[in-house]
């Protein structure tokens, strides 16, 4: 009897195509959360309400939702590497409109066009890891995405600082421009096609039914009806993970300054704490994510998001406050890789297809999540409105659940239908 070989183990190639791509993640990271928290101040410095500021998060949305259709175009056209090159200059121009904004229709102005620059430039950097990476996209995008948020733990702080200088938050945030101009002159130097050349990998066996179902199902038998159910809890993942990130990163600085007395500079700061738990979790989650089903560790990353709210919500000092923005990081530091992985990994011959419905739907969350907040704020105070976190988080958590067992019976009706044609 011959004993059957064991399937080689999964494993993360690093390359020089891999590192360009990850650019990319250091930029976004680094422009959300040096701008996310600055955004109270630029509507003190302004003279605008809070749900005024909140059209920040509208304009990014807007950018996002601009470029969703379009991003798989232009990489169908021009490739992957011309696409990047132009949305990393785009993010430099975008940055400079930012920074150099005395009104609220010009730093929205600036805002917008970020948005379509950056989006463009992850989700091509995003979906082209994918494809690279196959069976370890989900290490290969969560450890992206901890690049970025480790880069961008330094964002909150350098805005700290610069505040304390007297300088203001702008000169914190103008190094966007900088990286954004290093990543195009990285991804110049990308193989004309490398969105497609995938890193030879060994055989893994059996797919993870969670993995394997299609995103893009429009067959009315029983089997594509669950894959495109599936999909849509995958989406609304996403949507949530984004929602909570983005509403947290805005307003934060102000539940801070409400509850505990910290001035400016320090509550903005105090942020760092989320983007570095954020930043620890995933270089933690993505080589686990190749030995656990992704879709239980996000789940589980929701309810530890609530948690961090707790301590948040209950803080009454700095410490403690960066404490439960800490755990919260864990959580939300692990819920957008994972839920983007998962999606992607699905769908198979349709990535960049997949991205755009994922930019799509978190432009939306984006515009929609901090300025309810901010208007809630106006409203009720800050305090209050962080209550809608633990609501969000809650969701989140069922999608990731319902979502998998979906899939699975998409999996299983399919088994079903070969099994009867055979």
Not at 63 to 74: H, K, N, W, Y
Not at 154 to 163: C, E, F, R
Not at 194 to 211: K, M, N, T
Not at 365 to 392: E, N, Q, R, W
């Amino acid at each position: 009897m011959t004993a059957t070989a064991e399937p080689a183990p999964i494993r993360l190639v690093r390359d020089r195509p891999t590192v360009s791509l990850y650019s990319y993640f250091v930029v976004w990271g680094w422009l959300l959360y040096s701008f996310s928290p600055s955004v109270p101040l630029l509507a003190e410095e302004l003279g605008v309400t809070k749900a005024q500021g909140g059209l920040h998060g509208t304009a990014f949305a807007a950018g996002a939702i601009l470029v969703a259709r379009l991003t798989p175009r232009l990489v169908d056209h021009y490739g992957r590497r011309a696409t990047l090159v132009g949305a990393g200059l785009l993010i430099a121009v975008g940055t400079v409109v930012l920074v150099t904004g005395t009104s609220l229709a010009w730093t929205l102005t600036g805002v917008f066009i970020l948005a379509a620059g950056g989006n463009v430039a992850v989700s091509a950097a995003q979906a082209g890891l994918s494809l690279r990476h196959g069976r370890a996209s989900s290490a290969a995008v969560t450890e992206a995405n901890g690049v970025g948020s480790g880069v961008g733990l330094l964002g909150p702080l350098a805005v700290g600082a610069s505040v304390a200088l007297g300088w203001g938050w702008r000169p914190a945030v103008a190094i966007t421009a900088a990286l954004a101009i290093g990543s195009a002159l990285l991804a110049a130097r990308l193989p004309a096609d490398a969105r497609d050349h995938a890193i030879p990998a060994p055989d893994p066996g059996p797919l993870d039914p969670v993995q394997s179902a299609p995103v893009d199902a429009v067959a009315l038998d029983a089997a594509d009806r669950e894959s495109a159910v599936a999909t849509r809890w995958f989406l609304v993942a996403i949507v949530a993970a984004i929602a909570l990130e983005n509403a947290t990163t805005f307003w934060s600085t102000d539940l801070i300054r409400q509850q505990t007395g910290a001035g400016a500079g320090i509550a903005t700061a105090a942020t760092a704490g989320l983007v570095a738990g954020m930043t620890v979790i995933r270089f933690v989650v993505g080589p686990l994510s190749l030995r656990i089903e992704p879709a239980r560790l996000l789940a589980a990353s929701f309810l530890v998001a609530v948690v961090g709210w707790v301590i948040l919500w209950t803080a009454t000092s700095t410490p403690i406050a960066l404490t439960g923005l800490f755990i919260a990081g864990i959580g939300y530091g692990a819920q957008y890789p994972l839920s983007i992985s998962i999606l992607l990994s699905a769908a198979r011959r349709s990535t960049d297809r997949a991205q755009a419905n994922a930019t799509l739907a978190g432009g939306a969350a984006i515009g929609v999540a901090p300025y309810v907040l901010g208007a809630l704020a106006d409203s009720f105070g800050a305090h209050t409105a962080f209550l809608v976190i633990p609501v969000v988080a809650l969701i989140g958590a069922t999608a990731a659940v319902v979502g998998p067992l979906a899939a699975r019976r998409a999996s299983a009706a399919r088994t079903a239908q070969l099994l009867a044609g055979s």
